[in-house]
């Protein structure tokens, strides 16, 4: 029986997931991060989280992911994510809804969870700063075609990815210092989204291409001087934290499946400060669970 039989039905559409990393002040300690950069969030609708709200995304992409709304936001100040309700009424989501991303997990039931094939191409990319992250889609010379995961007999498409400084998603109030999240596709235009945390170690020549061709203005684009395959973003262990959220940009739609990477993979601090040059703060606050399960898979090593 499928561990998410209590989802909601998904909304039929395509979208483009932009994802945002919220940045740190001191260093990189990301605890110090939400006083710098951000302000509590307005009280959203439901029960308060397991642990106190810390730290979002999206312009439209290419083909098949999460689709920003039509106004302008950030994610602080006047049209940060406070007020991204009121900036359109397309954004009602992200303060009236009840299964919103990211979130804290401060505990998860365990459990043998159906496995995940993940199939990724070796492909050639374009890494675009979308004004909000660093976006990699995939080119037509691949047929758009980064690989996949399968899921249940289900297959997602891989359709871009995005990286947040720090992590998004924090583990018992830990917050890391970035998130890369991996955006799929299923046919029937249904989302699930790999999420995989970063941590400070060696330098991880994963990032080499695509930190390369990062533009350094919003809105342009550079080809990747080589290929690149999302498999060398996974883990040694694929053991995963799943649960049913949403997008982590306006408009906030809900109806994702996440796949949280229990083990982090490293990245070296001068990386990590690459990406801060052009992106200070850019992650949503962990938003309420509601009465919502997490689980953790026992399944894989």
């Given at each position: 029986m499928a561990w998410y039989l209590r989802r909601t039905s998904r909304a039929m559409f395509v979208m483009a997931l932009a994802i945002g990393t919220l940045a740190c002040s001191k260093g990189d300690d990301p605890s110090s991060a939400e006083a710098a950069h951000g302000e509590p969030p307005k009280a959203t609708k439901g029960t308060a989280s397991s642990s106190p709200a810390t730290d979002g995304h999206g312009k439209p992409a290419a083909k098949g992911a999460h689709a920003g709304a039509p106004s302008h936001w950030e994610y602080t100040g006047p049209t940060g994510q406070r007020y991204w309700s009121e900036l359109d009424q397309s954004n009602l989501k992200c303060v009236d809804g009840s299964a919103q991303s990211p979130i804290n997990i401060a505990h998860a039931t365990l459990t043998p969870l159906a496995k995940i094939t993940y199939d990724y191409n070796l492909a050639p990319v374009k890494v675009r700063n979308n004004g909000h992250t660093i976006q990699v889609?995939?080119?037509?010379?691949?047929?758009?075609?980064?690989?996949?995961?399968?899921?249940?007999?289900?297959?997602?498409?891989?359709?871009?990815?995005?990286?947040?400084?720090?992590?998004?998603?924090?583990?018992?109030?830990?917050?890391?210092?970035?998130?890369?999240?991996?955006?799929?596709q299923a046919d029937d235009q249904s989302l699930a989204v790999v999420g995989v945390l970063m941590d400070i170690g060696l330098h991880n020549g994963a990032f080499d291409a695509i930190w390369a061709a990062m533009p350094q203005k919003p809105d342009t684009a550079e080809v990747a001087d080589k290929p690149f395959s999302a498999n060398s973003l996974l883990p040694r262990s694929l053991s995963t934290l799943r649960y049913q959220g949403s997008l982590t940009t306006p408009p906030c739609f809900e109806g994702v499946l996440w796949l949280l990477m229990k083990t982090p993979i490293t990245i070296a601090q001068t990386q990590v400060q690459q990406f801060r040059k052009l992106f200070e703060f850019n992650s949503r606050y962990t938003q309420p669970l509601n009465g919502r399960d997490v689980y953790e898979d026992t399944s894989e090593p």
């Open positions: 889609d995939y080119l037509p010379a691949s047929g758009y075609d980064g690989g996949k995961i399968t899921l249940e007999n289900k297959v997602y498409k891989l359709r871009h990815l995005n990286f947040h400084r720090p992590s998004e998603h924090t583990i018992n109030g830990r917050q890391f210092p970035m998130e890369v999240q991996l955006v799929h």
